[in-house]
């Protein structure tokens, strides 16, 4: 029997794809939720835990499909609480690093929505874990930057010859996101601050089983993404943490299994 709570809406981060990286939060906000309304980078193996009379929209561009107006999403999400739904958005990744969960939840507060919000694993995180390297190390990365690739229409976009040098001075490691299809201009800003030998690493679909990756140096990364045709939606690691990403992968395969 379903308990009756409050209407409310819940920001569900679904993890980078590989549906076990769901939090337990996560499965019982999906599991109690009446309607889901689902972004694109969401593994829809992860609906097998809502109830089978909950109601899915998927809002992304699934199917080459525009996707749905943020605006329309809003006047979804508080039209439905409204009537008394339980309301989860299910994001990729953690829903308050970028993907648009900060301007949902100052949309649903105006509207006098209370908001809970439950953290998903960031695929900048994923990406390089899968590799078997971390994002901090006490000699190689004091810190992390996550940063988006992509520039606003109107925005003049990230300094990324200002980053690359306030990385190297601090030793940051840098996580890009939504990078892959400004890589030229991006790798050009890093190369004016960081050396050409800076180690790289590009994984796209991180933690699904179609996983593809790329060890490289900043110097080569545009033509390594190139050459190995990697895609959005993909992840880049700048920074010497990337090391422990190539000591992995030098591992024979039995030890990275026993490991
Ligand atoms: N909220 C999400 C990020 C949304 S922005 C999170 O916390 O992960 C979308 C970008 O995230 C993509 O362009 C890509 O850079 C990255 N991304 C999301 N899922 C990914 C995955 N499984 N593998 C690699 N990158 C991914």
Redesign the pocket.
């Known amino acids: 029997m379903t308990v009756m709570s409050a209407p409310r809406c819940t920001l569900v ?1 679904a ?3 590989d549906p076990e990286l769901l939090t337990l939060k996560a499965v019982k906000a999906i599991a109690n939720a009446t309607l889901l309304l689902v ?1 694109d ?1 969401v593994n829809d193996a992860v609906l097998a835990h809502a109830s089978p009379q909950a109601r899915i929209i998927h809002v992304g561009k699934r199917g080459g499909c525009q996707s749905t107006p943020q605006a329309f999403i809003n006047k979804m999400m508080i039209h439905a609480v409204q009537e008394g739904e339980q309301v989860v958005r299910l ?9 648009r ?1 900060g301007e949902e939840v100052e949309h649903l507060r105006a509207a006098g929505i209370e908001v809970e919000v439950v953290n ?8 390089l874990s899968s590799l078997g390297a971390p994002l901090t190390h006490r000699q190689h990365a004091h810190g992390v930057v996550m940063v ?3 520039a606003q229409p109107g925005d003049i976009g990230t300094d990324w010859v200002q980053l690359a040098t306030t990385a190297r001075q601090a030793k940051l490691t840098l996580v ?5 299809s400004s890589l030229a201009h991006i790798s050009h800003g890093l190369l004016q601050g960081l050396p050409a030998h800076t180690p790289v690493a590009v ?6 089983p179609t ?1 593809r990756e790329a060890l490289t140096t900043l110097g080569e990364l545009a033509q390594t993404v190139q050459r190995e045709q990697l895609q ?5 690691v700048v920074g010497d943490v990337v090391q422990g990403a190539r000591a992995w992968a030098a591992l024979p395969k039995r030890s990275q299994k026993a490991a």
């Open positions: 981060g993890g980078p794809g972004d980078l994001k990729g990744g953690d829903p308050f690093i970028f993907g969960g998903g694993i960031t695929a900048g995180l994923a990406g988006t690739g992509h890009i996101y939504m990078g892959v994984v796209q679909h991180a933690s699904l996983q959005s939606p993909s992840i880049i």
